[in-house]
Structure formats: C-alpha cells, structure tokens
C-alpha cells in the first residue's frame, strides 16, 4: 500500500511539474509575442534559462530511466 502511494505521488508531482513547464511555455511565446523581453532583458534571460534547463534535465533524466538496465 505504501509503494503504491508514493508512486501515485511521483506520478501527481510529475504531472504537475509538467503543467507548470507548460504554463511558462505558453507565458514565455506570449511575452515574445508582446514584446516585454525587449523591454525586460533580465527577465528573458531568466525565464528563458529557467526552460532550457528543466527541458535539458528532463531529457537527461528519461534517457537514464531508458538506458537503464533495471528492466
């Protein structure tokens, strides 16, 4: 019962974290789009940052869970 509960909780965080990259996705194309990071280049270059890292380290960690030989 316990595996199952902290499984379902990796599942809902996993699930969560990849509705919150969406989110600042859809907000970052939209501030492109306005301009605000011609106005604001702190703020393009952190939120950009922010996305290109939580993407390298999503890729990096579903390549180690192919990769693994677990299976």
Not at 22 to 27: E, H, I, K, N, V
Not at 41 to 62: D, P
Not at 66 to 71: A, M
Request: charged residues 15%; negative net charge; proline residues 0%.
């Amino acid at each position: 019962m316990r595996h199952s509960l902290i499984l379902l909780g990796m599942v809902l965080f996993s699930l969560f974290g990849f509705v919150g990259f969406c989110y600042a996705l859809l907000d970052w194309a939209q501030d492109i789009q306005t301009g605000v990071y011609t106005r604001d280049h702190l703020e393009a270059t952190y939120e950009t940052a922010a996305l290109v890292m939580y993407g390298v380290l999503s890729l990096r960690f579903i390549r180690s869970k192919l990769n693994s030989d677990d299976h």
